[in-house]
């Protein structure tokens, strides 16, 4: 309800006060509209030096924080990760990340503060009072919004203040490069680390839960047996990254049942070494269905022909499992002849 539906009765007493008259609710108009106080104009609006000193507040405010994501980035790149420095009354902290800390708040803040204190002092400043209406806009309030959005972008005087643009568009187009700076610290890519494991020429398959030599006579038709190369240990360092590369699984076929060539020339009397990490997402396989020679990854269900190169025959699985050639050494132990010849897991990118 605007003040010119009140009935004259009822609308507040005038009260004077440094800026002019002014409606005042009172005891017998307790929710009456005071209306808005007389304007006071701001002295940006009739002082032109005045509106020249906020516009360079604004442009000092933009270009300190264009200097400060310079200064964010210079950090990243020059300040050593181990340097500390004495922060009152903090202690020592990192000399790094204190340093981008300040560099991004700093930035970020004056990005802020210039754009305040140029709509609080430049800006139009035209004070307009507006009726409430329902939620649901008419088309016409809707078409008067574009118009007033449109008059709003003209009266910022982007066109007209160019220092104060072409800083702002300076400062918000730098402030993006601190993340960009950033993503160095994903890593180095992994080269060729994953397509070589531990596994190489003469070391023993060792049986994962006794961690004993495994002889051709520990592995029986239909049982399924877990191996890792001979030397590493589980208290080793990096343990965990070499068994999730090197991890084997083995089985016994009839060689009669092997149907691929190279996967009977590669076994020993039917002895087959494959990986263990699935080639969908890395899963470990762990089920083994004797009468099929199935090979089946618990985590989507992909199943593999061990019978037949370890191939895929169902599952989202893109790959055959790795096959590592093997043998028995002279001691009468099963060894390996050399590494996996091809990626393990689901390390597709290495993939020819
Ligand atoms: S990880 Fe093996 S099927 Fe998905």
Redesign the pocket.
Known sequence: MSSQDIPEENLPAEQDTPHGAVKVADEAHPFADPGLPPHEHRIQDIDERAAKRSERTVALLFTVSMLATIGFIASYVTIPVDRSVYIFPIGHISALNFALGMTLGLALFCIGAGAVHWARTLMSDHEIADERHPIEAPPEVKAKVLDDFRQGAKESALGRRKLIRNTMFGALALFPLSGVVLLRDLGPLPGTKLRHTMWSKGKLLVNMNTNEPLRPSDIIVGSLTFAKPEGLEEHDHGFQTEIAKAALMLVRIQPDDIKDKRSLEWSHEGILAYSKI??????P?SLYEQQTHHAL??????TFDLADGARVIF???GHALPQLRIDVNEDGYLEALGDFDEPVG?AFWERG
């Open positions: 699935c080639t969908h997402v890395g899963c396989i990854c618990p985590c989507h269900q992909s599952g989202p699985a689901p």
